[in-house]
Nanobody, 121 residues
Framework: QVQLVESGGGSVQPGESLRLTCAAS????????MGWYRQAPGKEREVVER???????DYVDSVKGRFTISKNNAKNTWYLQMKNGKQEDTDVYYC???????????????WGRGTPVTVAS
């Protein structure tokens, strides 16, 4: 069992920065992907930025050069550093991890409850 808890969401003005944190509890033996998703009203949940177990990263074009994902393996924690916030970044952000199973294949997928981010004047 894995539980994910997001923190760091809130309200900032355009151009300001915010750092989201995802803290995982429970045993994670291997990782297929870990990262951040977001969901706006009436829209499907989408990947913002995530890290693959092999080390590569993917992200949506709208955050390129502004958002950076990082992790601290010792603390089972990962982060989304959001710089130069834009109004379009306003969403509920969810942390996510897809773990490997005992056979080395993708296993369970876990979600946080979400943390709201608002960028507005």
């Amino acid at each position: 069992q894995v539980q994910l808890v997001e923190s760091g969401g809130g309200s900032v003005q355009p151009g300001e920065s915010l750092r989201l944190t995802c803290a995982a509890s429970g045993s994670i033996f291997s990782v297929w992907t870990m990262g951040w998703y977001r969901q706006a009203p009436g829209k499907e949940r989408e990947v913002v930025e995530r890290i693959h177990g092999v080390g590569s990263t993917d992200y949506v074009d709208s955050v390129k050069g502004r958002f950076t994902i990082s992790k601290n393996n010792a603390k089972n924690t990962w982060y989304l550093q959001m710089k130069n916030g834009k109004q379009e970044d306003t969403d509920v952000y969810y942390c996510n991890v897809a773990v490997g199973d005992i056979s080395g294949n993708q296993g369970e997928v876990y979600w946080g409850r979400g943390t709201p981010v608002t960028v507005a004047s």
